[in-house]
């Protein structure tokens, strides 16, 4: 088992003292790793993305792609249980749906005739409480980049098939279309689901079958 620069786990036990400063330069070297990780994604807006991606790709980026899925997976408690809690105060039945229109977040439903009272204040909260907004357009940035990376990956996956590139062109092309379409969030029994997330390989399981690869 090789740990760092050629030291086996033999070497960390028979050296105490090596082991303890590998260990401290292992997790210096995470930190500053991850630090330019979050340096890079937050300075990244929809029209960087690409950008980003084939960096990413490359390996010029800090950011990887498992470092994207875990930050959502982290992000998606907070933001739920906050929500969560403010559904159960103003007893909303859920599903409740959010939408991004025009940079801001709306409660499907607030506008609606006959009035809602409890989706009314929902959205009342939430043009109220900015970190809030601003926590559910990370979300919805950072699971869009991700899926749009996984399709990438897919793509290449069709290209070692042997799949014309002009399909395989056709394939990225319908993806993105769909993924920027896929914006709405929504919290359904504590969970918090966001559209976009997991549709990269739905896409690609059925360019398989219409290609005739299944």
Do not use: C
Not at 7 to 18: A, H, I, N, R
Not at 63 to 69: A, E, I, W
Not at 149 to 159: S, V
Not at 165 to 184: C, G, I, N, P
Request: aromatic share 4%.
């Amino acid at each position: 088992m090789q740990i760092q620069n050629g030291l086996s786990l033999f070497d960390y036990l028979d050296d105490p003292q090596k082991s303890q400063q590998s260990l401290q330069q292992i997790a210096s070297n995470a930190g500053q790793n991850i630090g330019a990780e979050l340096t890079e994604l937050g300075q990244t807006g929809r029209e960087q993305m690409d950008d980003v991606l084939k960096k990413i790709e490359s390996g010029e980026s800090a950011v990887k792609m498992q470092t994207l899925d875990n930050m959502i997976a982290f992000n998606l408690r907070p933001v739920a249980a906050e929500l969560q809690d403010l559904a159960d105060r103003l007893n909303l039945p859920q599903p409740v749906s959010l939408q991004q229109q025009q940079g801001k977040w709306q409660v499907e439903g607030a506008d609606a005739e006959p009035e809602n009272k409890s989706l009314q204040r929902m959205q009342q909260y939430l043009d109220a409480n900015q970190p809030l907004q601003d926590k559910l357009s990370q979300l919805s940035r950072l699971s869009e980049m991700y899926e749009l990376g996984k399709t990438r990956e897919f793509a290449t996956e069709l290209k070692a098939q042997d799949v014309l590139e002009q399909k395989v062109v056709d394939f990225l092309t319908h993806s993105r279309d769909h993924l920027k379409a896929a914006s709405d969030i929504s919290l359904y029994r504590e969970e918090l689901k966001i559209q976009s997330r997991g549709q990269a390989q739905s896409l690609y399981d059925s360019a398989r079958k219409t290609l005739g690869l299944d």
